[in-house]
Nanobody
Framework: QVQLVESGGGLVQPGGSLRLSCAAS????????MGWYRQAPGKQRELVAT???????IYTDSVKGRFTISRDNAKNTGSLQMNSLEPEDTAVYYC?????????????WGQGTQVTVSS
């Protein structure tokens, strides 16, 4: 079991920055792929970025060059640095931890944090 708690959301003007944090507890965080997802009103939840235990990253095209995902396995934390924010980035952002162990997918989610980009 992994418990995830996000923080750092809020209201920011277009072009501004926010840093989201994800604190993990429970199981061995370093064994999981960590990711950030978001869900805008009326839309499906979508992948924003993922980072493996070794630090390999994947970004959705719309955030490449603007967002940076990172993790600190020693501190059981992850983060998403978001720069040059656009109104289209407005959504609830969720932290995710996933791994497959003995053929069983283990998938955990935080409660979400609201990010609103508006002037």
């Amino acid at each position: 079991q992994v418990q995830l708690v996000e923080s750092g959301g809020g209201l920011v003007q277009p072009g501004g920055s926010l840093r989201l944090s994800c604190a993990a507890s429970g199981s061995i965080f370093s064994a999981y792929v960590m990711g950030w997802y978001r869900q805008a009103p009326g839309k499906q939840r979508e992948l924003v970025a993922t980072i493996s235990s070794s630090g390999m990253t994947i970004y959705t095209d719309s955030v490449k060059g603007r967002f940076t995902i990172s993790r600190d396995n020693a501190k059981n934390t992850g983060s998403l640095q978001m720069n040059s924010l656009e109104p289209e980035d407005t959504a609830v952002y969720y932290c995710n931890a996933v791994r497959t162990r003995y053929g069983v997918r283990q998938d955990y989610w935080g409660q979400g944090t609201q990010v609103t980009v508006s002037s």
